[in-house]
């Protein structure tokens, strides 16, 4: 069985890879290594990938489809997909709007594409955002909630996707889910994200940004329960031949709304140091709150997170001062 995982060097790609790996299983690998953040980390990442034998790994832009073309057609065995690659970031895509629309618009649709001529295409599991539900939801976020007024571009083209695949899927009945991330963290994790910018800061005695003056709450989920979930999805496609196309949406979160200051202190604790916070405003394009109802993905995967912040942030930052040992 052949599992393809495009954002193969990405901090969940290279996590659900190396679990399929380490399972057995043969991975195609995809990714840009573009610049957005450290391309080292990126490159460190896929050497982990790159000690199984069974892994191959293309670098190449999604949005490149003759590349994207030319590479999976060495791989018409393809039968599960895990899309993961795209232009992360809430708030950079503030400054950096077109990026979020090649690679997440047009290279979204050229997975959509290729996903038709791979004709042993089974799954394909997708990459949404918890970032979908605006700024004016009830807590905590049901998948059934309206989804429709995004406050940012990131949030815009994530919800793209959704429709998108919905529309693929009822065209031309390719069994797609789509899973909405909540502030997924943990060792090799995303240096723009708060976890690392927050221990990185602390470690080297700068002053932590700290937005909306810290009155805010996410749903932080560890790397190891959104690899578990994404695993036990990728086995369950939505069923094709009924009344719906088969496609779903679910959220994939920790169920838990944690305060942004209480996780500063997880993160002073573990470090054994003060950090200096520099309380700002809120930034455009953020949600206050994010919560997230997992019930769906609960009755109908078995999914069960089991990594609470206050057990797998230490743990990220004790990878985090190892790591940046080296
Ligand atoms: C993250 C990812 O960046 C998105 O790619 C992903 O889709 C999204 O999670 C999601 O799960 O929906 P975000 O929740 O904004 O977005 O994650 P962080 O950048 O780690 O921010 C977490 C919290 O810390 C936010 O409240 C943010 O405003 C705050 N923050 C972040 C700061 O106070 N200071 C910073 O320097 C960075």
Redesign the pocket.
């Known amino acids: 069985m052949t599992i393809l995982v495009t954002g193969a060097a990405g901090f969940i790609g290279m996590h659900v890879a190396e679990a399929l790996l380490g399972g057995g299983r043969t991975v195609v690998g995809i990714d840009n290594l573009n610049p957005y953040y450290d391309v080292e980390l990126k490159k460190k990442r896929l050497d982990r990938l790159r000690m199984y034998k069974n892994f191959t790994f293309y670098e190449l832009d999604i949005s490149d489809r003759s590349a994207l073309y030319a590479a999976l057609g060495a791989h018409p065995g393809i039968s599960l997909a895990i899309h993961l690659a795209?232009q992360?970031?809430?708030?950079h895509s503030l400054t950096h709007p077109f990026d979020y629309t090649a690679a997440n618009v047009t290279g979204f649709l050229a997975i959509l594409e290729v996903s038709r001529q791979l004709d042993h295409l089974k799954h394909l599991v997708y990459?949404s955002?918890?970032?979908v539900y605006g700024a004016n939801n009830d807590l905590p976020y049901r998948v059934d909630q309206q989804t429709d007024r995004p406050v940012s571009l990131?949030?815009a083209t994530?919800k793209a996707n959704e429709l998108m695949a919905h529309a693929y899927a009822h065209l031309y009945g390719i069994p797609m889910t789509g899973l909405?991330?909540?502030?997924?963290?943990g060792p090799w994790g995303?240096p723009?994200?708060?976890?690392w910018?927050?221990t990185e800061k602390i470690m080297k005695g700068e002053s932590?940004?700290?937005?909306?003056h810290?009155d805010?709450?996410?749903d932080?989920?560890y790397i190891d329960d959104v690899v578990k979930g994404i695993l036990e999805v990728l086995v369950h496609p939505p069923e094709k031949g009924g009344a719906e196309p088969p496609h779903k949406v679910y959220n994939i979160g920790n169920n838990r709304a944690e305060k942004?200051l209480d996780?500063v202190a997880i993160i002073e604790k573990t470090l054994g140091l003060e950090a200096t916070r520099e309380l700002?405003p809120?930034?455009p394009g953020?949600?206050?709150e994010?919560f997230a109802d997992i019930d769906p993905l609960r009755h109908d995967v078995g999914y069960e997170p089991a990594t609470s912040l206050d057990e797998g942030l230490p743990k990220f930052v004790r990878w985090y001062q190892e790591y940046s040992e080296d």
């Open positions: 795209a992360a970031g809430v708030r990459a955002s918890s970032s990131y949030a994530k909405r991330f909540f502030t997924v963290y995303r723009d994200m708060a976890y910018r927050f932590v940004p700290i937005y909306n810290g805010m709450k996410r932080f989920t942004l996780f700002l809120m930034q953020d949600i206050k994010t």
